[in-house]
């Protein structure tokens, strides 16, 4: 059964920094497409970063050059080093796993339970 869990969120204020991963266990394929995805209150879930099996990578432009998705394949470990924090990236934020590249959109099939992210102005 393939499970995802997501650790590293907290509180921080403004222009600080938090680094999320999750590590990811049982995946039947040897590749496979990596995504983060926050939503806030109110909001629908929207893409923040993902990777594709070919290791190319894709940001949403709201956080392109403050954050960084990173992996570590031996590790089964995705990473989101975020820096500059603001106010408006507060939100839970879940990791997404699947074979199909879905890059930033949400049609993926595993999903972990989220880590909340708040930062303060």
């Known amino acids: 059964r393939v499970h995802l869990v997501e650790s590293g969120g907290g509180s921080v204020q403004a222009g600080g920094s938090l680094r999320l991963s999750c590590a990811v266990s049982?995946?039947?394929?040897?590749?496979?497409?990596v995504g983060w995805f926050r939503q806030a209150p109110g909001q629908e879930r929207e893409g923040v970063a993902a990777?594709?099996?070919?290791?190319?990578?894709s940001y949403a432009d709201s956080v392109k050059g403050r954050f960084t998705i990173s992996k570590d394949s031996a590790k089964h470990t995705l990473y989101l080093q975020m820096n500059s924090l603001k106010p408006e990236d507060t939100a839970m934020y879940f990791c997404?796993?699947?074979?199909?590249?879905?890059?930033?959109?949400?049609?993926?099939?595993?999903w972990g339970q989220g880590t909340q992210v708040t930062v303060s102005s």
């Open positions: 990777i594709d099996s070919d290791g190319r990578i």
């Open positions: 997404a796993a699947d074979v199909i590249d879905y890059g930033l959109g949400t049609g993926y099939a595993y």
């Open positions: 049982g995946y039947p394929y040897p590749t496979y497409c």
